[in-house]
């Protein structure tokens, strides 16, 4: 069996006993990437323009912090937070000019749902601020291709199918990302097909961890404590991954 830059990693992935293979890749693109960032990419000057345009979300900047190379992250966070601040500066002008024009307003037009217009407006663009992040651009670019190879797996490569149909399923995000895409690379008989082994190992698994995660809480109750634990010992981690995809690593 042939195997391509693009499928091999998704080959592997679904050889893993895990609750979505897609996590997984998501995982190591995510690592991947925050090591980037803060590596070769801190003297790039084509990078550092990327970063000052969009910046990190809260969880990114934490997980780069968390990696320990702080000298990395300072360099990268200086100049991001200059740019920001060229931004605050003028968007600080927006708001004291819109807040002037909404207190000279007659009370009449102070009504209604126009009112402080101007400065939910001007405010929005500090939200705006907060809310890009330049890693998660690039781990939502890598998840969409491969999504795709999955859909592409499953029509051109012959052992493929048996090896989905057997997986855990995927989390929820991942779910809704492989029915959105799919008739837009599947079509016909193929596509049925996928679907409907998609929600059938969906449905089952689903029912698998609920009665995991029951019996996780069970065993809390003293009448249970000599019975075997069975797969509900991380079924709490497990559940979390499929229903927001997170996946959680024990320290």
């Keep these: 069996m042939k195997q391509h830059i693009d499928t091999a990693p998704v080959w592997e992935s679904y050889r893993e006993d895990c609750e979505c293979p897609l996590c997984l890749l998501q995982a190591k693109v995510e690592a991947q990437n925050v090591d980037y960032f803060l590596g070769e990419s801190v003297m790039e000057p084509s990078q550092r323009i990327e970063v000052n345009k969009k910046g990190f979300c809260a969880a990114h900047f934490k997980q780069m912090y968390d990696a320990g190379n702080r000298l990395g992250l300072a360099l990268m966070t200086h100049t991001y937070m200059k740019e920001t601040v060229k931004g605050l500066k003028e968007n600080a002008a927006k708001l004291r000019d819109a807040a002037a024009a909404e207190a000279g307003k007659p009370i009449?037009?102070?009504?209604?749902?126009?009112?402080?217009?101007?400065?939910?407006?001007?405010?929005?663009?500090?939200?705006?601020?907060?809310?890009?992040?330049?890693?998660?651009?690039?781990?939502?670019?890598?998840?969409?291709?491969?999504?795709?190879?999955?859909?592409?797996?499953?029509?051109?490569?012959?052992?493929?199918?048996?090896?989905?149909?057997?997986?855990?399923?995927?989390?929820?995000?991942?779910?809704?990302?492989?029915?959105?895409?799919?008739?837009?690379?599947?079509?016909?008989?193929?596509?049925?097909?996928?679907?409907?082994?998609?929600?059938?190992?969906?449905?089952?698994?689903?029912?698998?961890?609920?009665?995991?995660?029951?019996?996780?809480?069970?065993?809390?109750?003293?009448?249970?404590?000599?019975?075997?634990?069975?797969?509900s010992r991380d079924a709490v981690k497990r559940s979390i991954n499929k229903l927001s995809h997170q996946v959680i690593i024990d320290d």
């Design 108 to 231: 009449f037009k102070r009504l209604g749902g126009q009112k402080g217009a101007g400065l939910v407006e001007a405010a929005g663009e500090v939200r705006r601020i907060e809310e890009t992040c330049l890693l998660c651009d690039r781990i939502a670019e890598n998840m969409e291709r491969y999504v795709y190879t999955v859909l592409y797996m499953y029509k051109h490569e012959a052992e493929f199918p048996a090896l989905f149909a057997q997986s855990k399923g995927m989390c929820l995000t991942h779910y809704a990302q492989a029915l959105e895409m799919a008739p837009k690379h599947l079509s016909g008989d193929v596509l049925k097909r996928f679907v409907d082994t998609l929600t059938d190992i969906e449905m089952k698994n689903f029912d698998r961890i609920e009665g995991e995660l029951e019996w996780f809480t069970n065993k809390f109750d003293y009448r249970n404590q000599d019975k075997p634990w069975g797969n």
